[in-house]
T-cell receptor, first 116, second 117 residues
Framework: AQKITQTQPGMFVQEKEAVTLDCTYD???????LFWYKQPSSGEMIFLIY????DQQNATEGRYSLNFQKARKSANLVISASQLGDSAMYFCAMTSPAGNNRKLIWGLGTSLAVNP | GAVVSQHPSRVICKSGTSVKIECRSLDFQATTMFWYRQFPKQSLMLMAT?????????EQGVEKDKFLINHASLTLSTLTVTSAHPEDSSFYIC?????????????FGSGTRLTVV
């Protein structure tokens, strides 16, 4: 069965430092997509970054990069140069197999606090 | 970029009444709409998936007669919480998928905070 595991309920980072949020996944489907979303206290879900299972290179989007280690089934999010506005919940998600409307499987999330 | 407009953002209703939440895709066709519920400090819980013109597929444990989903057009899906009770108070959020968008093709509404008193 597909599963996303985020083992860090809460993380602290000093402003301007880098932080890594862990995500491991389990799937038997060879074709899948991995996502990271940010959810601030307002509740909106903000798309950060996407990695396809066949992508050869790690995805990057500005200060966000995804450390994709396919053999280890991990998709950690790296945020460089943390800012106070990065304080939020972060969710890792994965697409379910085709034929299932490609619904997303969600991790429990990591609460990130950036300290000044 | 793709935008999903979700209304209302907040609603307070009396116990026993029904509440309708609307999600509208503004610049793309939402072939699939996902409806989630989220309790404080928890992850998103998928309630149901709807495809335009078809009946919604509900996740196990979700009462289809209580949470009515309509996806009558490619740009509009609604969730109606019928005979709401205080335990239905929660954050509800929709997500639209357009097969054409490809990578990152899940666009979320801004959510609705429902409080039943």
């Amino acid at each position: 069965a597909q599963k996303i595991t985020q083992t860090q309920p809460g993380m602290f980072v000093q402003e301007k430092e880098a932080v890594t949020l862990d995500c491991t996944y389990d799937t038997s489907d060879p074709s899948y997509g991995l996502f990271w979303y940010k959810q601030p206290s307002s509740g909106e879900m903000i798309f950060l970054i996407y990695q396809g299972s066949y992508d050869q290179q790690n995805a990057t989007e500005g200060r966000y990069s995804l450390n994709f280690q396919k053999a280890r089934k991990s998709a950690n999010l790296v945020i460089s140069a943390s800012q106070l506005g990065d304080s939020a919940m972060y969710f890792c998600a994965m697409t379910s197999p085709a034929g299932n409307n490609r619904k997303l499987i969600w991790g429990l999330g990591t609460s990130l606090a950036v300290n000044p | 970029g793709a935008v999903v407009s979700q209304h209302p953002s907040r609603v307070i209703c009396k116990s026993g009444t029904s509440v309708k939440i609307e999600c509208r895709s503004l610049d793309f066709q939402a072939t699939t709409m996902f409806w989630y519920r989220q309790f404080p400090k928890q992850s998103l819980m998928l309630m149901a998936t709807s495809n335009e013109g078809s009946k919604a597929t509900y996740e196990q444990g979700v009462e289809k007669d209580k949470f009515l989903i309509n996806h009558a057009s490619l740009t509009l899906s609604t969730l109606t919480v019928t005979s709401a009770h205080p335990e239905d108070s929660s954050f509800y959020i929709c997500s639209a998928r357009d097969n054409i968008q490809g990578a990152g093709g899940y666009t979320f509404g801004s959510g609705t905070r429902l409080t039943v008193v």
